[in-house]
């Protein structure tokens, strides 16, 4: 068995964990290692093609193909719920038990999230993570860039209070829009929702077109790996090893029983090897992958360590109990709409068209592959799409919470229910034919899709151990649509998005509603096709949560892990409670406050 050591192992190169290994290897005195699963992606043109980038969906080498277990909520449906996999690139994709692997990550990280909610992280008894100290790091993380010609389209400019203008992601506004994109926001405007010019100021309610991660100049994606990773790869003080799969913390006791992280255990090329950190071992896996090492090191819920067997070096119970699975899980609405309006099903049906794109991509920087999937997006409050009684009768719900901190975070859900301020439901416009059932489109038709999804769901799942193989995906239980909230508010965004598309320019260009489709009409009918259909917009968090302990909390506002010296989380498992943007900038945020904690010595 080979073993070496290190200041710093960090156990995952997804968002959080590029950022942190670029951060703390800044003093040339601190030596880190970064053990990823995946392999390093980051300079393949699927992965910096920001049109390109939905075709890795479901590709296995990139993605950890989790599936949860049945649901009960949603007709006893597995849903997919894909991870990425060493993050040295930054992607987005899915899928069902394995794992693929891509190192860094790169999405639409927006910042778009209202500060109340970055707010409720303090007053969830975090002392210190609120919206200007979160705001601080991510103009910290960002340089963000507009035209002379964005300005003018988009209404926004770089503003320095709340966009970074020097750190290391890249984000930009769209190069290539949707026709649809006006007929969406003038039919908002008679709707009265209003068009908001720049959703990361702290008010993100309306319409508005986002930005991404994409570099301004050659308009490629800009993640964790190309932003974080391949400036400083050279460093003599940092170690990247991919391919190496930690299957266990190592932990020791000392004199006075005190459990301390030593190291870890992973598996490469079918060796097990160990390597130790001298000063700190960090878990940077992500929300499904975190719980399940701690599990498997004897950190977690007595009763589940027990069952398999695990020798218990710490009871906490929080570990896996809070799984927030989606803020944005999602059904979708698709209608067929007149072909004079361009949409991007000609790129799947007109192989010379894709060409053609591409060639325009490669030349001018332009066309369709410059962007993703969706640019364009409206952030609802439930006040705006739910009927006053219902929204009461939803409130006066009580829900199950199985420890203080899950109740609390319920109680300011349901506060931001009654709010104007905090969305509740986002609608992405989606520019060709993409229904949440498996219909198929018609070649040579255009189509008009919206993913509708909610952006604080009520339910409160689990994330555990189901043997202990440490290669096995752990058994994942979001308990979808369980909570008797959440169904009833997306059934009513599905009726405000026919509203959308029912209104002055919008309906002369529907031809025909496919999805739902006209014959689902009734709330019973619609609240079927939601169970039916529900998809996972693989934006999970809350497995390790930082919440006091007795809350059923699993780190401290310092990241590290109750009761273990020497161990902190810092990923997306610790995020106590969604945010209705899309949670990658958080992240980003959450890892650029944790390098700065660590480096201030808080021990
Ligand atoms: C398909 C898809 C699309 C998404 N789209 C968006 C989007 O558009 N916008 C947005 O804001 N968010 C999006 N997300 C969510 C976003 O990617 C996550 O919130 C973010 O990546 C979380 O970062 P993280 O560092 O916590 O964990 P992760 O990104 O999950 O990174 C964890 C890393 O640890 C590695 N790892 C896990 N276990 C081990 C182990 N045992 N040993 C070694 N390495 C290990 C993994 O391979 C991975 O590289 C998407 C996610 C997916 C899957």
Known sequence: MTVSSFDYLIVGGGPSGLVLASRLTEDADVTVCVLEAGNDFTHSPEIQIPGLSWGNMGRTDIHWMFQ?????????????????????????????????????????????????????????GNSGWNWEEILKYFKKSETFSVSPEQTRKFGQTVNPAFHGIDGPLHRTLPRWTPESRTTLFEALQVLGVPYNSDPSNGHNVGGFSGYHHIHAGDITRSGAAMAYLEPHKSRANLLV?????????????????????????????????????????????????????????????????????????????????????????????????????????????DRS????????????????MTVGASSDFVFLPATYFTPPDLLKS????????????????????????????????????????????????????????????????????????????????????????MDGIDIDLMVEAIKYTRKVTDTGPFKKVIREEIHPGTNVQNDADLRHLVQETIQSVYHP?????????????????????????????????????????HPQTAVYALAEKAADIIKKGVL
């Open 241 to 349: 090893i991919t391919g190496a799969e930690v299957t266990k913390v190592l932990l020791q006791r000392n004199t006075s029983g005190q459990s301390i992280a030593q190291g870890v255990e992973y598996r490469r090329d079918q060796k097990i090897l160990q390597v130790n950190a001298d000063k700190e071992v960090i878990l940077c896996a992500g929300t499904i992958k975190t719980p399940q090492l701690l599990e498997l090191s004897g950190i977690g819920n007595r009763h589940i360590l027990e069952k398999y067997g695990i020798p218990v070096l710490l009871d906490l119970p929080g570990v896996g109990a809070n799984y927030l699975p989606d803020d944005h899980y999602w059904t979708s609405y698709t209608a067929e709409i007149d072909s004079t309006i361009e949409t991007k099903d000609v790129l799947f049906h």
């Open 394 to 481: 939803l409130c006066n719900k009580s829900i199950e919470a199985d420890s203080a901190g899950v109740e609390r975070t319920l109680m300011i859900q349901k506060e931001w229910l009654m709010s104007d301020q905090v969305p509740q439901a986002e609608l992405a416009l989606v520019p060709f034919y993409m229904p949440a059932t498996g219909k198929q489109a018609e070649a040579g038709k255009h189509y008009v899709s919206f993913l509708i999804a909610l952006q604080h769901s009520f339910a409160r799942g689990t994330v555990h151990i189901g043997s202990t193989d440490p290669y096995a995906s752990p058994e994942i239980d979001p308990k979808l649509l």
């Open 541 to 581: 968090i809350g497995t390790a949560s930082m919440l006091p302990q007795e809350d059923g909390g699993v780190v401290d506002s310092y990241l590290k892990v109750y009761g273990v010296e020497n161990l902190r989380i810092v990923d997306a498992s610790v995020i106590p409670i969604h945010v209705s943007g």
């Open 68 to 124: 949860t277990v049945p649901q009960a909520g949603s007709g006893s449906r597995s849903i997919f719920l894909p991870r990425y996999a060493y993050h040295l690139s930054n992607l987005q994709e899915e899928l069902d038990v394995i794992k693929g692997q891509n190192i860094g990550r790169i999405n639409n990280g927006h910042a778009w999230s209202p500060d109340k909610e970055f707010d409720a992280y303090e007053k969830l």
């Open 353 to 368: 068209r894709v060409a053609q794109e591409m060639e325009a991509y490669k030349r001018g920087k332009s066309g369709m």
